[in-house]
C-alpha cells in the first residue's frame, strides 16, 4: 500500500531548496562578482549554479508520483495537463515581456510583441511538464526509463548529425539553435548570447528526462515497503549516475547551456544522492527549524518563484541615483559597504531571497496554496 503523501517531508524540503538556490543564483548581488560555483558556466563545465534548475525539474517530476497517483478520466487527465502547462508557459512569456512598457526618447511605450522572448525557465518546465506527464500516463516505470535512454542517445545523435559539421556543439552551429531560429526568429530568442537561447525548443527533449528521473525517485520512495532499502537503492543510482554522467562528459561535453544528456546524467546522479540524504535526515522525525524553512518555499514554488522575478525587475525600474537603479543602490551602498566583494554579493541575494520567503511565510501562515 502506498504511503501518504504526507510523510514525505524530505521532498518538500528538496522542492523549497531548489527555489531558494534557484532566488540566490538568480539575484547575485550588484557591485562585485558573485564566486564562481554560483554563476553558470559559460558553456562546457558544471558549477552548483548549474544544478539547480535541473533539480526543479527533478522536484516537478516528484510531485507527479503523488498527483497522479489517483484514476483520473483520460480527457479530464488531458485537460487537466494542457491547462496546467499553457497557464506556466503564459505567465513564463508575461514575465520576459513584463514591465511591458519602456521609455523611447523620453516617453514611455508599449514594448513590442516582436522583441518579447517567448522561451524561458517557467516555459521549459511547462512543455516538460505536458510530455512527462503523459509518458507517465501510458508508460510503465521500465518503459519510462528504456524512454529515457532512447532520448538522450537520441539527442546526442541529432546535436552531432544535424548541426554545422564543423562546430555541431557551439551556440550558433548547434541543431537546437537553427531550430529556434526557423520557428521563433532571432527576436524572440535570449538577448543575451547572440541568437542562442538556453532554453530552447530541442533541449526540451533531454530536460524531461530530469523530470521522468524524479517521478521514477518519488514513486521508489513511495511504493517501497522498506524505507531504508529505498534510501539506498537511490543513493547507490545517484553514485552511479554520477560517475556515468561524468564518463560520458568526456565525450559529449556537460554543458547546462545546451543541456546535453551527460549534463542530465551528472544532474539526476546528483538529486538522487541529495534526495537520498534528506530522506535519510528527515524521514520519520518531527521537521526540524530548517526543515520548516524550506517547506515555505515548496508549499508555492512557482508563486515565489515568479515574485522573485518580477520584484527585482520592478526594482530595477526606479533610479535611487541618476542612472543606478534601485537594486544596484542596494547591493552597492549597503552590502558591499559592509562587506566588499563576492561575500556581499552573496548576503545581498540571501537577504533578497529572505524577503520572498516571507511572502511564502505569510501565504503558508494563511493557508493559501496556489495550484495551478
Request: a positive charge.
Given at each position: ?102 521609455k ?22 511547462a ?31 541529432i ?5 554545422d ?50 517521478y ?47 549534463f542530465?546524467?551528472?544532474?539526476v ?66 552590502f ?37
Amino acid at each position: 500500500m502506498d504511503k501518504p503523501a504526507s510523510r514525505f517531508l524530505s521532498l518538500d524540503v528538496f522542492r523549497g531548496l531548489t527555489i531558494c538556490l534557484m532566488i540566490i543564483v538568480n539575484t547575485s548581488g550588484p557591485g562585485a562578482p558573485a564566486y564562481p560555483w554560483l554563476v553558470h558556466a559559460k558553456w562546457f563545465g558544471f558549477t552548483a549554479a548549474d544544478a539547480v534548475f535541473p533539480s526543479f525539474l527533478f522536484a516537478v517530476g516528484c510531485s507527479m508520483a503523488f498527483a497522479f497517483s489517483r484514476p483520473v478520466p483520460t480527457g479530464a487527465f488531458t485537460a487537466r495537463v494542457l491547462r496546467r502547462a499553457a497557464l506556466i508557459f503564459l505567465l513564463g512569456f508575461l514575465m520576459y515581456w513584463y514591465p511591458f512598457v519602456h521609455k523611447v526618447d523620453g516617453a514611455w511605450t508599449l514594448i513590442p510583441f516582436s522583441h518579447t522572448r517567448v522561451l524561458g525557465v517557467l516555459q521549459r518546465i511547462a512543455l516538460c511538464y505536458a510530455l512527462a506527464a503523459f509518458a507517465v500516463r501510458y508508460l510503465s516505470p521500465a518503459k519510462l526509463a528504456v524512454l529515457s535512454v532512447v532520448v538522450l542517445l537520441g539527442y546526442w545523435a541529432i546535436l552531432l548529425g544535424l548541426g554545422d559539421p564543423a562546430a555541431p556543439l557551439s551556440k550558433l552551429g548547434n541543431a537546437g539553435t537553427r531550430l529556434d531560429l526557423i520557428v521563433l526568429g532571432r527576436d524572440h530568442l535570449y538577448r543575451k548570447d547572440g541568437g542562442f537561447d538556453p532554453e530552447g525548443l530541442l533541449g526540451t527533449l533531454p530536460a524531461t528526462v530530469n523530470v521522468l528521473a524524479g517521478y521514477l525517485a518519488a514513486r521508489v520512495l513511495k511504493t517501497s515497503a522498506e524505507a531504508r532499502r529505498a534510501v539506498a537503492q537511490l543513493a547507490l543510482a545517484g553514485l552511479v549516475l554520477v560517475a556515468g554522467g561524468l564518463a560520458w562528459g568526456l565525450v559529449f561535453p556537460i554543458a547546462k547551456k545546451l543541456w546535453t544528456s551527460s549534463f542530465v546524467v551528472l544532474t539526476v546522479g546528483i538529486d538522487l544522492l541529495a534526495l537520498a540524504g534528506l530522506a535519510l535526515a528527515l524521514e520519520g522525525r518531527e521537521p526540524n527549524p530548517a526543515a520548516r524553512f524550506f517547506q515555505v518555499f515548496g508549499l508555492n514554488p512557482l508563486v515565489i518563484y515568479l515574485f522573485s522575478e518580477l520584484f527585482v525587475i520592478t526594482l530595477r525600474q526606479f533610479e535611487a541615483a541618476p542612472g543606478v537603479d534601485l537594486y544596484a543602490w542596494v547591493g552597492v551602498n549597503l552590502f558591499q559597504a559592509l562587506v566588499p566583494g563576492a561575500l556581499g554579493s552573496l548576503l545581498c541575494a540571501i537577504a533578497y531571497m529572505l524577503v520572498c520567503w516571507l511572502l511564502g511565510y505569510v501565504m503558508a501562515r494563511r493557508g493559501i496554496v496556489v495550484k495551478l
